[in-house]
């Protein structure tokens, strides 16, 4: 059998590729970086089947020798205005030939919000502190490593301590080229006592195939405030994976809601470390798998320090033979007293050839804390349908209106009722 390295790595991930890449990197922190995860990425296996995180989602899913890196992107001048920019201070637009960066209202400058190349010259402690720094709570990891080594889109966020931001910054992507990959890195850093809104949006069409390895890195300081807001709508030709950590300190709070709603195939990581006292995260997610799409993604609740506190709340809908697959763990470290997490899947099974695989679990190496778990899974409550057509609903109307509200826990969530109504849109297509 052919392994999976030869089967699966495109050549724009060979060592003659990155070393072009290692030539084109300005700064001395940032090729020491890309050098160490490139070390880490060539040593480390591909993915297997016989891996139980990759046990429900093959790794041959995802092919990534059919797509083509796009080159490290370079500012270019803004040319895509769109009528949501209006409503966040600062707009980073990303598509194939390059990427903008606008200050809407001014907040540019009292924020930091640069390329990695302009960040790590500027703010050069900053990014060696952050950038593939201590929010990486798992080692050995593939997809991190290739994503820390080749990443062809750099963006560094930093908010000044005790700053609010008012409105927030809003990164764009959307990519044209067919079968391009793009591998996007985001490090994010809100200071102490600081309060700021991010929200990314991934868009293509469907005819438009893309990969996409993204990774982010979110730094939540002493007493700050984070809100996180990712809605991936990629053609049905796309594939996404993505790695993404979280590390929140004391009396600070992370939102953090992730909107997965394109893609032909969809594979992500989310973990966060709840680290000193009093830190609080709150995780969300909503997925819908139609047709054949196939959505996994696995979270992890970190608690490093006793009295922490995390709640996560993930809700998908599966329909046709699309497949879902969720894996949590509640890890709480040695010494974690006083802890108090929990964690739920709602799951919902629209007809009898979807499928939808729900494992949340423990791993609890402290006493004297409150760690929880459940899922649920089920269709339609037929006595809902009946109650909604006896009230003039078609069934078609009903079944539409109940999708619609087990999912709007999670809609609420989000501030901007632009990304509220692009959220009911998408469900209302897949319906």
């Given at each position: 059998m052919t392994p999976l390295a030869t089967q699966h790595e495109p050549?724009?991930?060979?060592?003659?590729?990155?070393?072009?890449?290692?030539?084109?990197?300005?700064?001395?922190?940032?090729?020491?970086?890309?050098?160490?995860?490139f070390n880490a990425f060539s040593a480390l296996p591909w993915p297997t089947l016989r891996d139980e995180e990759w046990r429900r989602t093959d790794p041959a899913s995802l092919p990534l020798d059919r797509f083509h890196s796009l080159p490290v992107l370079e500012p270019v001048a803004s040319a895509d205005e769109h009528e949501l920019d209006a409503l966040f201070d600062v707009v980073v637009s990303v598509h194939e030939s390059g990427y903008s960066i606008r200050d809407r209202s001014g907040a540019g400058s009292r924020i930091t919000v640069q390329s990695l190349a302009d960040a790590a010259r500027d703010h050069h402690e900053a990014v060696s502190r952050y950038l593939h720094g201590p929010a990486l709570i798992e080692e050995n990891r593939k997809f991190t490593e290739l994503n820390g080594a080749f990443w062809n889109f750099g963006l560094f966020i930093r908010i000044p301590a005790n700053l609010e931001v008012e409105n927030g910054v809003l990164v764009r992507y959307r990519i044209t080229r067919p079968y391009s990959l793009l591998i996007p890195k985001l490090v994010v850093v809100a200071e102490s006592g600081s309060r700021a809104n991010v929200v990314e949006v991934f868009h293509?069409?469907?005819?438009?195939?893309?990969?996409?390895?993204?990774?982010?890195?979110?730094?939540?300081?002493?007493?700050?405030?984070?809100?996180?807001?990712?809605?991936?709508?990629?053609?049905r030709t796309s594939f996404h994976v993505g790695e993404d950590w979280g590390h929140v300190e004391r009396d600070a709070q992370i939102d953090w809601v992730t909107l997965t709603l394109g893609s032909q195939v969809s594979k992500s990581t989310m973990g966060c470390n709840v680290s000193a006292p009093n830190a609080n995260a709150y995780l969300s997610g909503l997925f819908f798998a139609d047709r054949d799409q196939h959505v996994d993604q696995r979270t992890l609740q970190q608690h490093a320090s006793p009295h922490t506190y995390s709640n996560l709340l993930y809700k998908g809908a599966v329909k046709d033979q699309g497949h879902s697959v969720y894996q949590g763990i509640i890890a709480a470290k040695p010494g974690a007293i006083d802890v108090d997490a929990y964690q739920m899947n709602n799951n919902l099974v629209l007809n009898s050839g979807a499928k939808a695989d729900s494992l949340p679990g423990l791993k609890i190496d402290a006493d004297d804390l409150k760690c929880s778990h459940g899922s649920t899974m089920g269709n339609l409550d037929p006595d809902q349908l009946f109650y909604l057509q006896s009230r003039g609903f078609s069934n078609a109307e009903a079944r539409r209106t109940l999708v619609l509200a087990f999912f709007e826990e999670i809609i609420a969530k989000i501030p901007y009722a632009f990304m509220q109504d692009r959220v009911r849109a998408d469900v209302n297509r897949k319906i």
């Open positions: 050549a724009a991930l060979n060592p003659a590729a990155f070393q072009d890449i290692l030539v084109s990197t300005a700064t001395t922190t940032l090729k020491e970086k890309r050098q160490a995860a293509s069409e469907d005819d438009c195939p893309v990969f996409t390895v993204s990774a982010r890195e979110l730094y939540v300081e002493q007493a700050a405030r984070l809100q996180v807001f990712s809605l991936q709508e990629w053609g």
